[in-house]
């Protein structure tokens, strides 16, 4: 059983920063591949970022250059550090975790955050 709480949402103005942070239970976290996606109302859900196991990251082109996911594995948490924001990031944030076969499989949701951005 696999539980993500997100947090660190909030109403910030354009230019500002935010820092989410995810909290997974469980002992599989360090090999799973942990991402942030996010949904805008009338819009499908987005990755925003992912990392894997081995620390590899990836991005989506239009965050590129100002967030960054990293992850603490001795705490089980990823974090995405959110900086120059603009009002188009605003949406539900959600964590998301992916374990592979060998550690039971399956994927799992946090409920989300509201990250809203003022222009």
């Known amino acids: 059983q696999v539980q993500l709480v997100e947090s660190g949402g909030g109403l910030v103005q354009a230019g500002g920063s935010l820092r989410l942070s995810c909290a997974a239970s469980?002992?599989?976290?360090?090999?799973?591949?942990i991402g942030w996606y996010r949904q805008a109302p009338g819009k499908q859900r987005e990755l925003v970022a992912a990392?894997?196991?081995?620390?590899?990251?990836n991005y989506a082109d239009s965050v590129k250059g100002r967030f960054t996911i990293s992850r603490d594995n001795a705490k089980s948490t990823v974090s995405l550090q959110m900086n120059s924001l603009k009002p188009e990031d605003t949406a539900v944030y959600y964590c998301?975790?992916?374990?592979?076969?060998?550690?039971?499989?399956?994927?799992?949701w946090g409920q989300g955050t509201q990250v809203t951005v003022s222009s």
């Open positions: 990392v894997n196991s081995g620390g590899s990251t």
């Open positions: 469980g002992s599989t976290f360090s090999f799973s591949v």
């Open positions: 998301n975790l992916r374990r592979g076969p060998i550690i039971g499989g399956g994927e799992y």
